[in-house]
C-alpha cells in the first residue's frame, strides 16, 4: 500500500468531517455579528440543538427510540413559565426544578417499559407527548389553556438579565458549547462506551456485567434533562409559551435534525438543527407543509442516507478504498 | 475446590430435550471443553451457566455459591464471562473501546464521574486504556486499536472478543466455538492464547466443533449428545470410547432413553 | 350517589369502544406476527377509514356501503404501498426495529399532514348506518351503532378465525409468524406475507375508523390516540396473539370508560397509559401469556 494517497484521502476525510460542524461555528458568529432577523433563526437552531443532543444520547448512542421527547421539553418550559411568571421565581431554580420533573417523568415511563424490546418504550413515550399536551390544554388554572402564558421573563441571574437579542445568541451558543462538551465527556467515558456498547449487543453487554436496563434509563433520564433544558430556554427566549409549541412537529423535526446532521456524533445535532433552520424560508412560513416536508424527507434519508448526511459525502468519498458494510448503519441497533 | 458445579441441568424447550440431566465439575487449574456435534445442547447447556436461559431444572454453582436463575450481569460481576459462537461486537465503538467495555465490572466510574471527571477517574480511565491496549496486543489486534469493530476480518473479531471477555479478568472464561470461521493459521494462534490465558490463572471452558483444537488444548472433556452427557475424561479417554466414536462417525443409532 | 343507569351506561359505551381497539389492536398483531415489525402508521388507517368515507358521503354522494367499501380497499391500497415503498426497502436492508418505527411513524406524519392540507382541521363526522332511536333497557340506551360496532367485530373475529385456520394463504401467515425462516424453507412467499398482512391490517383499521366515525367524529390527527389504544390492546392480550388483542381492546375499553365514571373525562389518555404501564410491569406478557 502506498502510504501517501491514504494519507492525503485521510486529512481529506478529515475536513469534511469537520467543515460541517466549522460552518455552523460560524454562521452562529455571523449572527451574533450581523444582527437583525438572523438572530432569531440562530436562537432557535441553537435552541434545538440542546434539544437534539439530547435526542443522540439516547438514539444515538443508546440506540433505543423515544418519542415523547417533546413531552420534557413542555414540561421543563411550563415550570419555567409558571414558576417565573405567576410565581415570580428566579429562572434558574424554576429551571432546575423542571429538569428535575422531567428526569422524575423519564423514570416512571422508562423503569417499566426499558427492560422490554423497545416498541414498549416507543409506544409509550408517544402516548406520554400526547397526556402532556392535553395536560397543558386542560389544566387551565395553571398554563391558561390554549391562551398560553405570556410575560416570561428573560434568562439571568439576580438583577442581571440576559435581555438584547445578541447578548441571548451569545448565552445560547456558551450553553449548547456545554451541552455538546457534555454530551462529549458523556460519550468518551465508561458510562458512554457501557450505552453505545448496549446498542450494538445486549447480550455481549450483559455478559460483561453491563446491567442494560439500568443503563437506558440513565441515558432516557439524560435525554429527558437536555429536552427540558431546551423547553425552558425556549420559553425565557420567547418570553411565551402555549400548548403548540411542544407539539409533535417538535419531536419530527428533533428527528429530521438528527439525521440531516448525523446520528451518533457530537456535532450532528448542532449541524442538524442549524440546516434546518437555515432551509429555505418557504418550508417555514407555512407549518402544515414543513412538518409533512420533515416527514417525507425523515424517511427518504432512513432509507437513503441511515448515517445522515454526512455519511452519505463519506460513503461517496470513501468508496474505492474501504467498502462500507451496507448492513451497518453508524449509530442505532436495537 | 471446584470453579464451578453443574447439577443436573435440564433445558426444554417446548418437547425438546435440549439439555437432559447434565453434571459435571470444572476444576480451577486447566483447560476443560465440551465437544459434541451441532445440535447436542452445547450453546444451550453455557446458556444456563451464565445466566442468559433459565434451567427447567438443575443448578449452577459458581465459586461455591449458588448462581441459578441469577441474571446475567450479575454473574458476570462474579467473574465468569462467556463469549457468544457468533462473534457479538459492539459494532459502534472501536477495537480499544470494545476492550475497554470489557473492563466495566472492574471499575466504577459513572455519569457524575463521566461529567466531573475527578482524579480517581481520570486515573481508572488511564489504566484501562493501558490495560486495553495490553490485551489488544496480547491477542494480536495491537495495530487495529481504532478501526471500527465492524471493520474487522471475521477471524480478527473472534480475537477480539477474546480480548475483551479477558479484560474483565474472569475467573471462569466459557468460549463457545472460538474457533468457528478461523482458518488454520488462526487457530494455531487461537489455541496458543487459550493455552496463556489457562497458564495465568483463568480456568478456561470451551466448546469446541474442531476435535482436533480440542484435543491438543483441553485437559479435560465432556462430551454431550443429543441433550445428554455421554462421556467424560482426558483427551485420550475420550476418545477411545466407543459411544463418542459412534457420534461422531454419524452413527444413525443412538444411545437412548 | 352512585348513578347504576349511568354507570351501566358508562360500560356499554366503554365495550364498544372496546371492540375498536381490539380491532386496531389485531391489526398490530397481524403485521408483528408476518414481519416483526411494529406499525406505527396504524392509526393512520383508522383515521382514513372514517374520512375517506366522509369524503365520498359528501362529494359523490354514494350509499354508505359502497363510500365504506370504496374506502376500505382504498385503505388496505395505501397499505400494500406503504409496504412496497417505505417498510420494503428497510426491510431488505435490514434496517433496525429503531429505524422501522421511526419510518412508520414518519409515515403517520405524512399521512396525517397530507389529509389535514386536503380536508382542514374541522372534525368531520358520517351518519350513523341505522337511523333508529336507541334501544331501552332500564335506563341504558344503547344506540344501533353500538350494536353495529359490537356486531361487525364479532363477525371480523370470526372470519379471522376461518382465515388463519382454514386457508392455505391464513395458515402460510400463521407459519411465518412461527418461524419466519422455516417458512420460508419450506417454499411460503415470505415477503409476499409482509405486503398481505400491510393489506389485511389497514382493511382492519379502515373498518375500526368507519364503525367509530358516526358515534364520534374523525379529523386528521385522532389516528395516533387511537393507534397508542390498540397497541396498548395488543399488550394486554399478549402481543402477536390476535384473539388476545381483542380481549385486550374490550378490557381497555372498559377500564378507560371506570376511569372516565370515576374521575371525569380529561383522564382517558391518562388512563390508557397506566394501564398500559402497570400491565408492563406486572405483566409484560399479556393477559394469556406471549405468542411463541
Ligand atoms: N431458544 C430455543 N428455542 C427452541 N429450541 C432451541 C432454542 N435454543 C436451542 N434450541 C434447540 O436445542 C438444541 C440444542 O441447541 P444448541 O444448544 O444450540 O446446540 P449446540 O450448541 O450443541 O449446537 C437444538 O435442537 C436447538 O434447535
Ligand atoms: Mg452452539
Given at each position: 500500500m502506498p502510504t501517501l494517497p491514504t494519507t492525503i484521502s485521510t486529512n481529506a476525510g478529515l475536513l469534511l468531517r469537520y467543515l460541517p460542524a466549522v460552518l455552523a461555528v460560524g454562521l452562529i458568529a455571523y449572527a451574533i455579528v450581523a444582527g437583525g432577523h438572523f438572530?432569531?433563526?440562530?436562537?432557535?437552531?441553537?435552541?434545538?440543538?440542546?434539544?437534539?443532543?439530547?435526542?443522540?444520547?439516547?438514539?444515538?448512542?443508546?440506540?433505543?427510540?423515544?418519542?415523547?421527547?417533546?413531552?420534557?421539553?413542555?414540561?421543563?418550559?411550563?415550570?419555567?413559565?409558571?414558576?417565573?411568571?405567576?410565581?415570580?421565581?428566579?429562572?434558574?431554580?424554576?429551571?432546575?426544578?423542571?429538569?428535575?420533573?422531567?428526569?422524575?417523568?423519564?423514570?416512571?415511563?422508562?423503569?417499566?417499559?426499558?427492560?422490554?424490546?423497545?416498541?414498549?418504550?416507543?409506544?409509550?413515550?408517544?402516548?406520554?407527548g400526547l397526556i402532556v399536551y392535553e395536560v397543558t390544554v386542560q389544566w387551565q388554572s395553571v398554563t391558561q389553556g390554549y391562551m398560553g402564558i405570556s410575560g416570561i421573563p428573560p434568562l439571568g441571574i439576580g438583577s442581571w438579565e440576559v435581555t438584547s437579542d445578541r447578548a441571548q445568541l451569545i448565552m445560547l451558543s456558551i450553553v449548547v458549547t456545554l451541552c455538546m462538551a457534555s454530551a462529549w465527556l458523556i460519550r468518551n467515558s465508561r458510562f458512554g462506551r457501557a450505552i453505545v456498547a448496549l446498542s450494538g449487543s445486549e447480550d455481549a453487554a450483559r455478559a460483561l456485567g453491563v446491567d442494560v436496563a439500568r443503563y437506558k434509563l440513565a441515558a432516557f433520564v439524560v435525554s429527558a434533562v437536555y429536552a427540558s433544558l431546551a423547553g425552558s430556554l425556549f420559553v425565557h427566549i420567547v418570553g411565551f409559551v402555549s400548548p403548540e409549541v411542544f407539539g409533535m412537529h417538535m419531536v419530527i423535526l428533533g428527528f429530521t435534525m438528527l439525521y440531516v446532521g448525523g446520528i451518533g456524533t457530537i456535532t450532528g445535532p448542532l449541524v442538524g438543527a442549524i440546516v434546518i433552520n437555515l432551509l429555505p424560508e418557504t418550508f417555514r412560513g407555512l407549518k402544515d407543509y414543513q412538518d409533512l416536508v420533515y416527514g417525507a424527507a425523515l424517511i427518504l434519508l432512513?432509507?437513503?442516507?441511515?448515517?445522515?448526511?454526512?455519511?452519505?459525502?463519506?460513503?461517496?468519498?470513501?468508496?474505492p478504498s474501504t467498502p462500507i458494510p451496507a448492513t451497518a448503519p453508524k449509530g442505532a441497533r436495537p | 475446590m471446584n470453579r464451578l458445579g453443574v447439577h443436573a441441568l435440564t433445558r426444554r424447550f417446548g418437547g425438546l430435550v435440549a439439555n437432559d440431566s447434565i453434571s459435571f465439575d470444572v476444576p480451577v487449574e486447566g483447560i476443560s471443553a465440551v465437544i459434541g456435534p451441532n445440535g447436542a445442547g452445547k450453546t444451550t447447556l453455557f446458556s444456563m451457566i451464565s445466566g442468559f436461559l433459565e434451567p427447567s431444572e438443575g443448578r449452577v454453582v459458581f465459586e461455591g455459591e449458588d448462581v441459578t436463575g441469577v441474571a446475567p450481569e450479575r454473574i458476570a460481576a462474579r467473574g465468569l464471562v462467556r463469549t457468544f459462537q457468533l462473534a457479538q461486537l459492539f459494532q459502534n465503538l472501536t477495537v480499544l473501546e470494545n476492550v475497554k467495555v470489557g473492563r466495566h465490572i472492574r471499575t466504577k466510574a459513572g455519569l457524575w464521574a463521566a461529567l466531573a471527571r475527578p482524579a480517581w477517574a481520570r486515573r481508572e480511565e488511564a489504566e484501562t486504556e493501558r490495560r486495553a491496549r495490553e490485551l489488544i496486543a496480547f491477542v494480536g489486534l495491537g495495530d487495529q486499536a481504532d478501526a471500527r469493530a465492524a471493520a474487522l476480518p471475521y477471524g480478527q473479531q473472534r480475537l477480539l472478543e477474546i480480548a475483551r471477555a479477558l479484560a474483565a479478568e474472569p475467573k471462569l472464561l466459557l468460549l463457545d466455538e472460538p474457533a468457528a470461521g478461523l482458518n488454520h493459521d488462526e487457530t494455531e494462534r487461537l489455541s496458543g492464547i487459550i493455552r496463556r490465558i489457562a497458564a495465568q490463572g483463568t480456568t478456561v471452558l470451551l466448546i469446541e466443533h474442531d476435535m482436533k483444537l480440542v484435543m491438543n488444548t483441553a485437559d479435560r472433556i465432556v462430551v454431550l449428545n443429543f441433550g445428554r452427557k455421554i462421556a467424560e475424561g482426558t483427551p485420550t479417554e475420550v476418545q477411545g470410547n466407543p459411544q463418542v466414536i459412534e457420534a461422531y462417525l454419524g452413527g444413525v443409532e443412538t444411545p437412548h432413553v | 350517589m352512585f348513578d347504576l343507569a349511568y354507570f351501566s351506561q358508562t360500560l356499554v359505551n366503554g365495550l364498544s369502544v372496546g371492540c375498536i381497539y381490539g380491532l386496531i389492536g389485531i391489526g398490530f398483531c397481524v403485521i408483528y406476527n408476518a414481519s416483526g415489525i411494529v406499525n406505527f402508521a396504524q392509526g393512520a388507517f383508522v383515521m382514513l377509514g372514517g374520512?375517506?368515507?366522509?369524503?365520498?358521503l359528501t362529494t359523490l354522494h354514494l350509499p354508505m356501503i359502497v363510500a365504506g367499501s370504496i374506502a376500505i380497499i382504498v385503505v388496505a391500497l395505501l397499505g400494500v404501498l406503504i409496504e412496497r415503498i417505505v417498510v420494503r426497502p428497510l426491510w431488505d436492508r435490514n434496517a433496525?426495529?429503531?429505524?422501522?418505527?421511526?419510518?412508520?411513524?414518519?409515515?403517520?406524519?405524512v399521512i396525517e399532514r397530507t389529509t389535514l392540507i386536503l380536508v382542514g382541521d374541522q372534525p368531520k363526522s358520517i351518519p350513523v348506518f341505522t337511523d333508529l332511536p336507541p334501544i331501552r333497557i332500564g335506563g341504558v340506551s344503547i344506540g344501533y351503532q353500538t350494536l353495529w360496532i359490537i356486531g361487525v367485530s364479532l363477525v371480523l373475529i370470526a372470519l379471522l378465525a376461518l382465515f388463519f385456520q382454514k386457508t392455505l394463504v391464513g395458515r402460510a401467515m400463521r407459519a411465518c409468524s412461527i418461524n419466519r425462516e422455516a417458512a420460508a424453507l419450506q417454499g411460503i412467499p415470505v415477503s409476499r406475507m409482509l405486503a398481505l398482512s400491510f393489506a389485511l391490517s389497514a382493511a382492519l383499521g379502515a373498518i375500526a375508523g368507519i364503525l367509530l366515525t358516526p358515534t364520534q367524529f374523525t379529523a386528521f390527527n385522532v389516528g395516533t390516540p387511537f393507534a397508542i389504544s390498540g397497541f396498548i390492546a395488543a399488550i394486554v392480550g399478549g402481543f402477536g396473539r390476535p384473539f388476545g388483542a381483542f380481549l385486550g381492546g374490550i378490557a381497555l375499553g372498559l377500564a378507560q370508560a371506570l376511569a372516565v365514571f370515576g374521575l371525569g373525562s380529561g383522564l382517558k389518555n391518562v388512563a390508557a397509559l397506566s394501564v398500559l404501564l402497570i400491565f408492563l410491569f406486572l405483566r409484560p406478557s399479556g393477559i394469556l401469556g406471549a405468542a411463541k
Open positions: 438572530v432569531t433563526l440562530a436562537g432557535f437552531a441553537l435552541i434545538y440543538a440542546v434539544f437534539v443532543t439530547g435526542l443522540n444520547i439516547f438514539m444515538g448512542y443508546a440506540g433505543q427510540a423515544s418519542f415523547g421527547q417533546n413531552a420534557f421539553a413542555a414540561i421543563g418550559g411550563y415550570a419555567s413559565a409558571v414558576l417565573t411568571a405567576t410565581y415570580g421565581w428566579p429562572p434558574i431554580p424554576a429551571l432546575i426544578v423542571g429538569a428535575a420533573g422531567a428526569a422524575l417523568c423519564a423514570v416512571v415511563i422508562g423503569y417499566p417499559t426499558l427492560r422490554l424490546r423497545g416498541h414498549y418504550l416507543a409506544m409509550a413515550t408517544l402516548a406520554i432512513l432509507i437513503y442516507a441511515p448515517g445522515g448526511l454526512a455519511s452519505l459525502g463519506n460513503a461517496l468519498k470513501r468508496r | - | 374520512m375517506i368515507t366522509y369524503v365520498l433496525t426495529m429503531f429505524v422501522m418505527i421511526l419510518a412508520t411513524l414518519a409515515v403517520q406524519i
